[in-house]
């Protein structure tokens, strides 16, 4: 088992910065690829971002390229998502996940490519 718990969230104006966070527990953090979801009311979970166990690869939401970092510090077993110049469109509860990478293909896109979820953590950002 693995146990994510997200913090970081909160309410802004267009154009501010937010840094999520994702601690993680339980198992071996670096045999996890981490992403990031958002889920916005009346809508599905997206996926927002992507990194690799090691940190050497990364995928994002088209409409993210350029505005949000995800990384990693496996010492700390945190994975973050850095947000700036923050869009109202940006609004959602954001979830971190961990894919254990089986060897079986899944999507990286995909919710269902990942094994454990956070808890979520509330962005709004006010125009």
């Known amino acids: 088992q693995v146990q994510l718990v997200e913090s970081g969230g909160g309410s802004v104006q267009a154009g501010d910065s937010l840094r999520l966070s994702c601690a993680a527990s339980?198992?071996?953090?670096?045999?996890?690829?981490m992403a990031w979801f958002r889920q916005a009311p009346g809508k599905e979970r997206e996926f927002v971002a992507r990194?690799?166990?090691?940190?050497?690869?990364?995928r994002y939401l088209d409409s993210v390229k350029g505005r949000f970092t995800i990384s990693r510090d496996n010492a700390k077993n945190t994975v973050y998502l850095e947000m700036n110049n923050l869009k109202s469109e940006d609004t959602a509860v954001y979830y971190c996940?961990?894919?254990?990478?089986?060897?079986?293909?899944?999507?990286?896109?995909?919710?269902?490519?990942?094994?454990?979820w956070g808890q979520g953590t509330q962005v709004t950002v006010s125009s």
């Open positions: 990194i690799s166990r090691s940190g050497g690869t990364l």
């Open positions: 996940a961990a894919d254990r990478v089986s060897g079986v293909y899944r999507s990286p896109t995909s919710q269902h490519a990942y094994d454990y």
């Open positions: 339980g198992r071996t953090f670096s045999d996890y690829a």
